[in-house]
Nanobody, 120 residues
């Protein structure tokens, strides 16, 4: 069993910065790839940034050059540094971990989400 808890969301003005954190606990050795997703009201959840166990990263086109995903395995924590924030970045941001679940199948673990609001 894996537990993920996000923190760091809040209200920020356009052009500002915010850093999200995701703390993992439980059977974290079963988790390989991790990612940040976001979901705005009335829209589907979308992938924002991805990081593999080996440190490979990938980003949605809309956030390339502005967001940076990282993970600190010693602290069991993943981060999303968000710079040059835009109003369209407003959403609930979710931490995701993918690995093998207790029944042996590939399983996605999710945090509860943290609200990011970008507004003047």
């Amino acid at each position: 069993q894996v537990q993920l808890v996000e923190s760091g969301g809040g209200l920020v003005q356009p052009g500002g910065s915010l850093r999200l954190s995701c703390a993992a606990s439980g059977r974290i050795f079963n988790v390989n790839a991790m990612a940040w997703y976001r979901q705005a009201p009335g829209k589907q959840r979308e992938l924002v940034a991805f990081i593999s166990s080996g440190g490979f990263t990938n980003y949605a086109d809309s956030v390339k050059g502005r967001f940076t995903i990282s993970r600190d395995n010693a602290k069991n924590t993943m981060y999303l540094q968000m710079n040059s924030l835009k109003p369209e970045d407003t959403a609930v941001y979710y931490c995701n971990g993918r690995g093998r679940g207790p029944l042996g199948a590939t399983t996605d673990y999710w945090g509860q989400g943290t609200q990011v609001t970008v507004s003047s």
